[in-house]
């Protein structure tokens, strides 16, 4: 068996935590490590680590790579795929698809697991117990897991069950996120169960689907995987649901319940944190409130109810509970007004690690910047800004100007304006330092790159 993580959503009922360049799957949000990795490590236990891969976009190819990396030091970096576009799941499934047959040249017949990167999964053992179920009965069906329902969830698209064969259902249809009423029904009649988005099937099968389904996308894939590359732009961009599951003859459905759940609100992240991750709160006549802070602080509140409060560096989210869905409203009027808010949060993910904003001033900035152990930034020069640069952990390689320079701890540089300059890691440990900018632009556009390992000066 193999597994494809799908990891190029961009989670905006999550803002302000999941930013558009940091999106929801990389955040730690119940744990120490991040959804993404949490995926990983699951997967890990049931198929070997070469049988994993990623699909994702241009953007976020270094998140993914850097934060499997911490896990797996020798992973494969041909193991994760790059959409030349985001569209949707059919485009991103097929490339993937097409990936493992004609690149690792995979049997056409062996069985691969594709699933979201960010959900929570409370019963790992029922969980793989199922899969394992899935993957011996799959045959030549397109599969799908279904959760048994444990309320009228208005948020989640639902499967319709048929008659029952070994461990599946038939699936005679799918249904949109459906009213309160109807959510109800669908419960009340223990026909239905909520879909959780995950698909396992096999190569052959899928193709063979994908032609009588999709014939617009299946008429690309027919093509070689570098032509199909070339022309991946020109597909639709469309849901598998949408390309194949809901037209297809051959769905099945396996049921489980093992505490699953999609976190695509911050009602959904409160179920799983109030009671294993508490934030430091003070409560004065309030109740059922939920709070995550970024930066730790106490919040208080008085006389309020059934609120969700999310704090971070830049920005803050007061949310009515049952009202999640609203929050990409939100992030819509952000995208209107052109607010940075949108992108990044105050601490900013790179290829080489990482920076956060301490202090931004309109003629002066201050960020602490880590840097991965053998990484380095872009060999580049500013217009409008100086740099002072103080180590304050792990060893620096500078080259500014036409000097080399190598700085322990404590030990400083200052970089003039349009002077060309490189910070390297050569350590072991990550290395962190303290800049602060000075100048009358201060921008992240003022970047002349004129060397990049990560090749974002042909950008």
């Avoid at 993957?135 to 069906?141: L, R, S, V, Y």
């Avoid at 299946?218 to 849901?239: G, M, Q």
């Avoid at 609203?326 to 080489?352: D, S």
Wanted: charged share 25%; proline share 4%.
């Amino acid at each position: 068996m193999y597994s494809v993580i799908l990891c190029g959503g961009s989670g905006t009922r999550l803002w302000p935590l999941s930013r558009k360049n940091y999106p929801k799957q990389f955040l730690n949000l119940f744990s120490n490590k991040s959804l993404l990795q949490e995926t990983f490590l699951r997967m890990q236990k049931i198929m070997p680590q070469n049988h994993i891969f990623f699909v994702t976009n241009q953007a976020n190819y270094f998140n993914v790579f850097n934060q499997i990396k911490e896990l797996a030091k020798d992973f494969n970096q041909e193991q994760i795929l790059i959409e030349p576009v985001s569209l949707n799941t059919a485009p991103a499934i097929t490339l993937a698809v097409k990936y493992l047959t004609e690149k690792f040249k995979i049997n056409t017949n062996d069985p691969i697991l594709f699933l979201p990167s960010d959900h929570y999964i409370k019963s790992k053992e029922k969980y793989f117990e199922l899969l394992n179920i899935a993957t011996q009965e799959i045959g030549t069906f397109i599969g799908t897991i279904g959760i048994t329902p444990q309320s009228p969830k208005t948020g989640y698209g639902y499967i319709k069950k048929g008659k029952s064969k070994n461990h599946y259902f038939k699936v005679i249809d799918f249904k949109e996120k459906p009213k309160k009423s109807v959510a109800q029904k669908y419960l009340a009649s223990g026909n239905y169960v909520w879909n959780s988005g995950i698909y396992i099937f096999n190569a052959k099968t899928f193709f063979k689907e994908l032609a009588l389904c999709s014939p617009e996308i299946s008429k690309l894939a027919d093509k070689k995987l570098d032509k199909f590359i070339e022309n991946f732009k020109k597909l639709p961009s469309i849901s598998i649901d949408y390309a194949i599951a809901e037209k297809s003859k051959k769905v099945i459905v396996f049921e489980g319940n093992f505490g699953w759940n999609d976190i695509g609100s911050f009602d959904s992240l409160a179920e799983i944190s109030k009671k294993n991750y508490p934030a430091k709160h003070l409560s004065l006549n309030s109740k059922n409130i939920y709070i995550h802070s970024d930066s730790k602080k106490l919040v208080a509140t008085i006389g309020v109810e059934d609120l969700n409060i999310i704090e971070t560096a830049d920005s803050i989210l007061v949310q009515k509970q049952g009202h999640g869905e609203e929050v990409k409203k939100i992030v819509t009027e952000i995208k209107k007004q052109k607010m940075k808010e949108l992108e990044h949060n105050l601490i900013v993910h790179r290829p080489w690690g990482k920076y956060e904003i301490l202090l931004d001033n309109p003629d002066h900035k201050v960020k602490k910047i880590t840097v991965y152990p053998g990484e380095k930034l872009s060999l580049q020069s500013h217009n409008h800004r100086a740099e002072h640069w103080i180590v304050t952990k792990g060893s620096a390689l500078i080259v500014n100007g036409d000097q080399e320079i190598a700085l322990q701890k404590n030990e400083s540089t200052f970089i003039p304006i349009f002077a060309k300059h490189r910070l390297s890691n050569p350590g072991k440990i990550n290395l962190e330092i303290i800049e602060v900018q000075s100048g009358d632009y201060l921008e992240e556009d003022d970047i002349i790159r004129y060397e990049d390992i990560y090749n974002r000066d042909k950008i």
